[in-house]
Structure formats: C-alpha cells, structure tokens
C-alpha cells in the first residue's frame, strides 16, 4: 500500500469536530503514533508572523521557506513541530494564528513542504494522522479513512468553551473552496457525525469503521 509495512489511518473533518481528540484516544487503543497536520500548517504562520512576513503575501511566504527552519519529529506516540530550534505548543493555538492559518494553507508550496513531511513520518511507525487532506492527497490509497463531523453551532460551542476566539465557519469556507487540497470526504471514507455522540460513541463508531474498512484484529487485540 505505501511500498512500506506501516500502515496510516486517516482522519478529515472540518474544524474543532473531534478529529484531535479522537485521534489521539485511537493511537492509544490501537498502538500508532498520532499525527496532527494541522500544528505544522500552524507553525508556518507562528513563523511567519515572527519574521513579519505576512500569510496573505503567498511570495513572501514562499521566500521565507527557501531557509526555513522547521522539524515535525515523533517523540512518545505523538507528533512534535519545532521552528528555529523552538518546540511550539501553545502558541500554535494563538487568535492570530486561528485567523491566519487557512491564508497559509492555500499555499501550494506550503502544502508540497508539508505534505512531503507527513508521508516521511510513515518510515516511524504506523501512523494514525489528522487533518484536511490526508485521506484524499497525503495517504490516498490506504483503506482506513475517517470524516468526523459536526454542524457548525456545535463546532463553534466546542471552540468557545476551550477558550479560543475562532471563527470555524470561515476558516471552513475557506478550507473547502480553496483550489489546492480543499477538505473533501475521501472516496472510501467514513463519515461519523459527532454533533449528537458523547466522544466514547465517537471512538467506538469509529473502531467499528475501521474494522469494517479492513483493519487488522492484531492492532484491536493490543489494548
Ligand atoms: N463527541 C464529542 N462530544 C463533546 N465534545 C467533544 C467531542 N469530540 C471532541 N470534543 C471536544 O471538542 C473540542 C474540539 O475538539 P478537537 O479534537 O480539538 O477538534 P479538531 O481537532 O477537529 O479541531 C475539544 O474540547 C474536545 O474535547
Ligand atoms: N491537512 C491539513 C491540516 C490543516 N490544514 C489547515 C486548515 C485548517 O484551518 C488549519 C488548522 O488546522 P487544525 O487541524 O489545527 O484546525 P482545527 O484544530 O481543526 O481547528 O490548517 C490543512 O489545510 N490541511
């Protein structure tokens, strides 16, 4: 499937729809190292807005790439992005940063940067990875393939009460109409709405997925 015995499970969705949350519950279940796609899109403004590059500057953004210094490395199960040296954690989740990341990521260079790194992190472990366009562009033709969903006023609540000011929908429009890698339901995908499931509902649909999708008993059987 990726020339390699590592396998990736994917999972889509549009903002704060459980995609972080789940995923992270399933790495532990089913042993993969766990993924977030959308920390490197982010460390890319994070370092943009410390250079005074602007995000909606696509060229000065593609400059300031040529000597970018950023690393996305797997330590304990979980995925890291570092730029300049520094490991970013909570500055990735900044207003700023929620305001600027879809300018970013409609960035085709950005996302031939990125994409390149996701697919490497493969030759780790198998992988479970979460994001936008991983069952359609980074990881196509793997079998497992999630789309977790839920209507925007839930979305909008859940962001709320973990303090962010975000605006999900149009970071949603945004994602979704953009030319390049737009967030699209993956063929072969499953699609779990979450608006009305408690998040153990959400991983058990989800074991029961990605089970009918072909997962093998031996990463079930670990937990
Ligand atoms: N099924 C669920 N029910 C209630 N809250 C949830 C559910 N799934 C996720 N959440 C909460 O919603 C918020 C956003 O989830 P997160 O995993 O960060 O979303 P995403 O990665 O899609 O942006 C978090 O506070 C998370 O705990
Ligand atoms: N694979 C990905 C992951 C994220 N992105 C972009 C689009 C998203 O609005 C931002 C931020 O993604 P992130 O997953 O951190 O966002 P949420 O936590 O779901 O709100 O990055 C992307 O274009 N492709």
New binding site residues.
Partial sequence: MNGQQHIAVAID??????????AKKLAKLLGLNMVNT?AMYRAVVWGALQKNVSPNDPAAVVAMLSDFDFECKINQGSSEVWVDGQLLESELRSDAVNANVSAIAAIVEVRELLVAKQRGLLQYGSVIM?GRDIGSVVFPDTPYKLY?D?SEEVRAA??A??GEVDAVGKRDAQDSKRKVSPLIVADGATVID?SE???E??IEAAVAALTAQGLDQSFLDRN
Avoid: N, Y
């Fill in positions: 969705g549009p903002a704060a729809s459980g995609k972080s949350t789940v959308g979460e977790i839920a859940r962001r009460a973990d979450s499931m408690t998040l509902e959400v």
